[in-house]
């Protein structure tokens, strides 16, 4: 069965930098296009970056431009969100997320993972 | 970018009772619209997908409709796992966007 296990989350400094991990199994990760959403602590979600199943197309919220890149290792089955730039409003549950088909990249979403908490904090 | 607008913000019911979630769209999405429920602790899951069709496992009671700008999830008859926060999602335009969540909570 689908798999998604996030991970690199923790508390950082506003200006730091944080790298997540996201560990996909249970399908041909090389052919799905993949997202990272995240949640605010009490809040709802939001959208973060999208990247297509071989890297060469990349989408960003306005919010997380220029400070966060996405990106992906289909040799190693891994999505990652490399963050840069932290700010205190980046604190929330970040989820990385399959689309539904191998159409393409803007869709819903099928599968999640269980989330890795970033707080930024001082 | 698109927003949208979910009602009510909460629903409060009984089980056995229908449940009517309104997600409404700033310009049309078409059928490109999603439906997640999400409850304390956990990932959303997918409900409804392209509007009306249920996604795998879901089960009949949990329905989609709708088309442009107005959208219904309803849920026929509540179960007590049914508790939880709803979320829209359009995938008609990007930035993907969400709408703000309703929670049915037992009355």
């Known amino acids: 069965q689908v798999q998604l296990v996030e991970s690199g989350g923790g508390v950082v400094q506003p200006g730091r930098s944080l790298r997540l991990s996201c560990a996909a199994s249970?399908?041909?990760?090389?052919?799905?296009?993949m997202h990272w959403v995240r949640q605010a602590p009490g809040k709802g979600l939001e959208w973060v970056a999208v990247i297509s199943y071989d890297g060469s197309n990349k989408y960003y919220a306005d919010s997380v431009k220029g400070r966060f890149t996405i990106s992906r290792d289909n040799s190693k089955n891994t999505l990652y969100l490399q963050m840069n730039s932290l700010r205190a409003e980046d604190t929330a549950v970040y989820y990385c997320?399959?689309?539904?088909?191998?159409?393409?990249?803007?869709?819903?979403?099928?599968?999640w993972g269980q989330g890795t908490l970033v707080t930024v904090s001082s | 970018e698109i927003v949208l607008t979910q009602s009510p913000a909460t629903l409060s019911l009984s089980p056995g009772e229908r449940a009517t979630l309104s997600c409404r769209a700033s310009?049309?999405?078409?059928?490109?619209l999603a439906w997640y429920q999400q409850k304390p602790g956990q990932a959303p899951r997918l409900l409804i997908y392209d509007a009306s069709n249920r996604a795998t496992g879901i089960p009949a009671r949990f329905s989609g409709s709708g088309s442009g700008t107005d959208f219904t999830l309803t849920i026929s008859s509540l179960e007590p796992e049914d508790f939880a926060v709803y979320y829209c999602?359009?995938?008609?335009?990007?930035?993907?966007?969400f709408g703000g969540g309703t929670k049915v909570e037992i009355k």
């Open positions: 997320a399959r689309v539904g088909t191998t159409v393409t990249v803007l869709e819903y979403f099928h599968h």
């Open positions: 310009q049309s999405v078409s059928s490109y």
């Open positions: 999602q359009q995938y008609g335009n990007s930035p993907l966007t």
């Open positions: 249970g399908f041909t990760f090389s052919s799905y296009g």
